[in-house]
């Protein structure tokens, strides 16, 4: 019997796998039984043909002008399917919420919510994600958000809640697919012992969505990804998708605007696109409409959008539906638009352009996080508890200077999970990023979704740019077995499959034909 989570340490957060009695959750009962039987070095081992496969696959990210292999921890992240109903309810109620949040801003009439109170004119006005220039366009189908992720975390008392709503440019969805892919490699034993739903269809839900949003008469859309090019942190994703969608990736310099229609050049003369999924944030998409020294967008792609002769996904404008200071008013939209409760909640926020709140909590700066409205990536982000003297001085300088600019957050000690830690496995903290797919008449939340590691001890920043990494995530199908759905490929392994790596075919090699045609 193996030793890897012999003295696993108890810890003031919520574990992933164990209740606090220090016995497994029901859930996780069949996976703690497996780890247990694997020693350090097999753990080793499987480490070694994770490395491999990400070589092989090219599995990268890079930042800062590095590039490196995508870190993969190799103990899954499992989720009961009673809890991934709540999960997947919540994200599509936020989603639909913020739809129309966004379709209450640009379009033609007065914002509703702000002529309601919802929300006041301010929070619009001073938001640096507000695009002015999208204002009355109508998108295809009226969908803005078409593929949405949505950051989760669990609290110390174990209540799932939204850290955070990516809208604009959500990323992470080549990772899920190629983690599972190389789990499956790597551990095809532990499938044997759960029923794991799939996510090979995910590339395919989102093109299904694309399609379903094109222009009116495009009969056979033309879907095209288009990125910043190589040296962007996410380049391998834009190529993966771009390939398991089987569309054409391109740069801004492949593409014209003629008469407001969008044009493809190729080898073959100038092809006329009708959807265009971009990996570029809105400053640099149009040179016409924003920033003129962008060379990487495509200039007049705005104009064919307004006249309905091309599809943006995701819409331009979105960002302001990412600003964290919106964050805090998505309870109110949920019950103004929807007329239902959250079923989510967020994490405790405090909004600072309200002067006795400000003062409230730069009163207790050691005990609170602060964050920037308009970050990302985790950059900017001061946790208090660790925050030294000096730096808590610069955000406390910054607050006063610009507090519109700011939120301060109660601290939300993420759950943790067993995570690699050379040949141990130790409590490391987690998120959840859910992806959500709009085809403009179903909001669709795909099995899953990313979750990522805070790989340092002691560690809440989980994002890969800060030294991050990520976890297969295992959403448990209900017993007995769900009916298959038509358009998701079965999870299968050969019945011979152990525990260990088959010996007849390392991770490496070539996959089974079946699982080759799956993942086509």
Known sequence: MGALLDGYPDGPAYDEMFGADGSPHPHMRALHDALQTLTAEDLVRRAEARDRSFRDQGVTFSHSGQEWVFPLDLIPRLIPSAEWDLIEAGVVQRV????AFLADIYGPGPVQAVRDGIVPRSLLTTSAGLCRQAHGIQPPGDVRIHLAGIDLVRDQAGVVRVLEDNLQVPSGMSYVVENRRTMARVFPGLFLEQQVRPVASYPGRLLDALRRCAPAGAEHPTVVLL????????????????????????????????????????????????????????????????????????????????????????????????????????????????????????????????PEVREHCLGRMDQLVFKPVDGSGGNGIVIGPKATEPELAQVREQVLDAPRGWVAQELVLLSTAPSQCGDRLLPRHIDLRPFAVNDGEQVRVLPGGLTRVAMREGSLIVNSSQGGGSKDTWVLAPWPRRAPDPDEEPAQFPAQAVRGIQPDRGPHQEQPQQQQQQNQ
């Open 227 to 354: 990125t910043p090019g190589v040296g962007n942190s996410a380049y391998f994703e834009h190529a993966f998708l771009a390939r398991k969608m089987g569309i054409e990736l391109v740069e801004g310099r492949d593409l014209l605007c003629r008469d407001n229609v969008l044009y493809m050049r190729s080898i073959n003369g100038q092809r006329r696109v009708d959807v265009v999924y971009r990996r570029i944030n809105d400053d640099f998409l149009d040179p016409v409409h924003f920033r003129p020294d962008s060379v990487v967008g495509c200039p007049g792609i705005l104009n064919a959008a307004r006249a309905g002769n091309v599809t943006i996904a995701n819409a331009v404008g979105n960002g302001v539906a990412d600003d964290k200071l919106t964050y805090t008013y998505v309870p109110a939209l949920i019950e103004y638009y929807l007329g239902e409760k959250p079923l989510l909640p967020n994490a405790e926020t405090y909004r600072l352009d309200d």
């Open 96 to 99: 639909r919420a913020l739809e």
